[in-house]
């Protein structure tokens, strides 16, 4: 399996980096069948290091991009600079909120700093390529679960989130994000306090059909 000798290349690289990773078709499935988001507030140390969070980045943005327009941007930010955005944050949130108690602005300036790892994913949207603005959005969102992912797979847990910031002006200008783009998330990266329970999930075969003719009806089915 193509997978498995790529591992083997960065094992050989680097054996701690690849601790806990995902080598075997087998896993690669499981991981894919268990996945769980770990809320942000419960993700705590150690985050990724460096060569980890580069390993991340690297899965998040092999992705299907028609045209190959790579339209996504990837912003990590160190403690410093997610300390940076909460003071954006409770900025906004008081001039929004002016009557805010203490506690509450508190938890705004910290809502980036839930997790050690902070990944801002956004949109460069090329609106003059003639792929559709929609495909390329499809394919910010294909970063970000092949984040969650990676993350999962190098023994991490991680939660995408988006909340109030993300369709926010000022935070969108701080992170120099343009107004005409989007962000598509935050994702949070840590190591899980414990576990997360199982979350209920569409039975399979209520959204999925094998179908051997099209439908008799031309009305959408349910
Ligand atoms: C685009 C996008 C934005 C999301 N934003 C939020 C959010 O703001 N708040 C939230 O509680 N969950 C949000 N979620 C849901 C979580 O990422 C996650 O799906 C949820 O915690 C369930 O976990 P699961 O991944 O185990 O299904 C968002 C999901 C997506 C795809």
């Given amino acids: 399996m193509a997978g498995a000798s790529i591992a083997e290349d960065q094992d050989s690289k680097n054996d701690s980096l690849t601790a806990g990773r995902i080598t075997l078709e087998r896993d690669l499935i499981d991981l894919l069948l268990t996945r769980r988001s770990v809320v942000a507030n419960q993700l705590g140390e150690p985050g990724p290091g460096r060569d980890q ?16 327009i790579g339209p996504w941007r990837l912003q990590v930010l160190d403690k410093q600079a997610q300390a940076e955005l909460g003071e954006v944050l409770a900025g906004e949130f008081l001039a929004r909120f002016p009557e805010a108690n203490e506690k509450q602005v ?6 980036p700093q839930r997790a050690p790892g902070f990944i801002v994913v956004s949109s460069r949207l ?45 935070v969108k200008a701080a992170l120099g994000v343009p107004g005409d783009q989007h962000i598509i998330g935050f994702i949070y990266i840590g190591t899980a306090a414990e576990p997360p329970g199982e979350r209920v999930r569409p039975e399979r075969d209520a959204v999925a059909t094998y179908l051997s003719s099209l439908p008799a009806s031309a009305e959408p089915t349910d």
Avoid at 106 to 111: L, V
């Fill in 53 to 68: 969070m580069d390993l991340i980045l690297t899965a998040g943005i092999r992705v299907p991009d028609h045209g190959k």
């Fill in 126 to 170: 090329n609106r003059q390529h003639k792929v559709p603005e929609i495909e390329q959005l499809l394919s910010c969102g294909a970063v970000c679960t092949n984040i969650l992912n990676a993350a999962v797979a190098l023994g991490f847990s991680a939660q995408w989130l988006t909340e109030w910031p993300a369709y926010n002006d000022a």
């Fill in 106 to 111: 508190a938890f705004e300036r910290n809502r």
